[in-house]
């Protein structure tokens, strides 16, 4: 099948009109022409990934966050990103980049279903009543402690940065995959107890403790690692005569 092929598939369910205007979504480097019969999906092009995907004899590199986000004046083996764009022109590699627009069309829901989340609404809208984050009622009124297990469980991940009093009992969540700063004002103006998301730091932190918000700093990594699987599954729906993997969960940092 051709990369274009594919390419249209994806923007049938993942449309990059749903993307935000600062965002670099899309067919970022290789031929549009370009027979594929392997795929690879990760949530960043690391060097690592790059060299799976050179060594794996992969066709095509889809990730979550695009490798090339502001202009490019050259491509070197000089720089990082001239290097992995290199290796990837090299081994005839088709990269694509699905950002906030898998944000908006397939992110949200599916953090929010993970988590139970029940009678949601959009965080801050994007394009026709769709966007980004999810506000909704937790299963049941449960303290922060017992919210942030809930996490724990829904993402599959060993731990999480907490920001409040974890007696406290919480109801209301607002959650945004990825880094949520700038959508947390969203979630103080729908009343929420909680705020789950991801870099949050100790300014925004206690700020937001004080005006009533608890956070529960989940990662970037530790949200948006489901992106993986859950394109892997939509493309093995549509397409036939296509190999898939997807790069192992690995988180990028430690906490000891």
Known sequence: ??????????????????????????????????????????????????????????????THHPMIFGAIKRVTDEDMVGRRLLSLIRSDISYYAMHTNYDT????????????????????????GEGIGRVGVLPEEMTLRECAELVKRAYDIPNVKIFGNLDQKVHLAAL?????????HNALQFGCDVYITGDIDHHTGIDAVDQGLCIIDAGHYGMEHVFMEDVKAYLEKVLTGVHMDCVPVKYPFAVI
């Open 1 to 62: 099948m051709k990369c274009s092929e594919i390419i249209t598939l994806l923007e049938q369910e993942y449309g990059k009109e749903y993307a935000c205007d600062w965002d670099n979504v899309g067919l970022l480097a290789g031929r549009r022409d370009k027979e594929v019969k392997k795929i690879l999906l990760a949530l960043d092009a690391t060097d690592e990934v790059v060299e799976q995907a050179a060594e794996g004899a992969y066709d095509m590199l889809i």
């Open 105 to 128: 069309r397939g992110m949200a829901d599916l953090t929010a279903r993970l988590l139970n989340l029940q009678e949601c609404t959009v965080l801050e809208e994007v394009k026709d």
């Open 176 to 184: 945004c995959p990825g880094a949520g700063k700038s959508t947390m």
